[in-house]
C-alpha cells in the first residue's frame, strides 16, 4: 500500500491498484474528519484501518459507499471513478462494493433469502431463479441454509450478521467493507463471525477493507495495516511490525490502550 502525501498513482508498477484516495478531505461543519488524505490499496489485499475512534476510519467506508460525499479530491475503485463523477458512472462503480455494517441493516420485512436476492434482481438485473440459487449457495456457505424463509427478527445477532455477509457476497463485490462487524455482538458469537470472514478472506479473491477494534483478527487477516490519526494515515505497514514494533508513538499508545 502506499501512503505517500501527494501525486497520482505510479502507473506500470506491478500489481493492480483497485483504491485510490487523492487529496481527500472531509470535513463536518468546524470538525475536519479526512485531511488531505492518500491512500492506495492493491486489489486482493485485505487491509485493516485502526485508530482511536473519531479517527475517520468509518467516514472512508461511508465515502466508498457513496453514503457520504468528499468535499475535495479524487476517489477510484475498480477503474472507475467516484469521486467526482455524476450519478450514473458512480452507480456504476459503487455496484462492486459492498458493506457489512456493524447493526447488520438487514430489511427487518423480508426473509432471509429475499434479503440476500433483492439487490441481484434491482440492481443487476439477475433473474430470479439464479439468484435465489445463489442465495442459498451463500446460505450454505454461511451455515444459515436451514434460515431461507426466516425473518431477521427470528434470528441470533450472529445469525443476522452471517445473512448480512452473504447478502454483500451476493453482489459478487470486488471491494468488501466490513465495518466493527462483531461490535454488536454478544461476547459468544463473536469468534463464529470472524471465523467466517477468515475462511472469506483464505478463500476468495475479495479485496477487504477492515474497520475493527478485533486485533487479534486484524493481525490474522490482514495483509496491511492503515493507523489513523488527525484525519491522516500516521503509519502503514504488516500487521507483523504494527503490531510488535511500531513507529510512531501515537501508534504505541493507541495499541497499548486497545490491548
Ligand atoms: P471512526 O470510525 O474513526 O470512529 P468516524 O469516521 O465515525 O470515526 O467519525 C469521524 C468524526 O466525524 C467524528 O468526530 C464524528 O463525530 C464525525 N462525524 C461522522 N459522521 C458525521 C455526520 N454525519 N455528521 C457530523 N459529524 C459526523
Not at 467506508?61 to 450519478?87: C, H, W, Y
Not at 430489511?107 to 438485473?125: C, D, K, Q, S, Y
Not at 487479534?216 to 487477516?221: E, G, K, L, T, V
Amino acid at each position: 500500500m502506499d501512503t505517500r502525501p501527494s501525486g497520482p498513482a505510479p502507473r506500470g508498477s506491478g500489481a493492480e491498484e483497485i483504491i485510490r484516495f487523492d487529496h481527500v478531505t472531509k470535513s463536518f461543519g468546524d470538525n475536519t474528519v479526512l485531511d488531505d488524505l492518500c491512500f492506495s490499496v492493491e486489489s486482493g489485499k485485505h487491509v485493516t484501518l485502526i485508530g482511536p475512534s473519531g479517527s475517520g476510519k468509518t467516514t472512508i467506508l461511508r465515502l466508498l459507499m457513496t453514503l457520504e460525499k468528499p468535499d475535495s479530491g479524487l476517489i477510484r475503485v475498480n477503474g472507475g471513478q467516484l469521486f467526482p463523477a455524476d450519478e450514473k458512472q458512480r452507480r456504476e462503480v459503487r455496484k462492486r462494493i459492498g458493506m457489512v455494517f456493524q447493526q447488520f441493516n438487514l430489511f427487518p420485512n423480508m426473509t432471509v433469502l429475499r434479503n440476500i436476492t433483492e439487490a441481484p434482481v434491482r440492481v443487476l438485473g439477475l433473474d430470479k431463479d439464479e439468484a435465489e440459487q445463489r442465495a442459498r449457495e451463500l446460505l450454505e456457505l454461511v451455515g444459515l441454509s436451514d434460515k431461507t424463509g426466516a425473518k431477521p427478527s427470528q434470528l441470533s445477532g450472529g445469525q443476522q450478521q452471517r445473512v448480512a455477509i452473504a447478502r454483500a457476497l451476493a453482489m459478487r463485490p470486488r471491494v468488501l467493507l466490513l465495518d466493527e462487524v462483531t461490535s454488536a455482538l454478544d461476547p459468544e458469537l463473536v469468534a463464529g463471525v470472524l471465523d467466517l470472514l477468515r475462511d472469506i478472506a483464505r478463500s476468495t479473491d475479495i479485496t477487504m477493507l477492515c474497520v475493527t477494534h478485533e486485533m487479534n483478527f486484524a493481525r490474522d487477516i490482514s495483509d496491511e495495516v492503515f493507523m489513523f490519526d488527525g484525519g491522516k494515515v500516521i503509519e502503514s505497514g504488516p500487521p507483523e511490525r504494527i503490531f510488535t514494533d511500531p513507529v510512531q508513538e501515537r501508534t504505541r499508545d493507541f495499541l497499548g490502550a486497545v490491548r
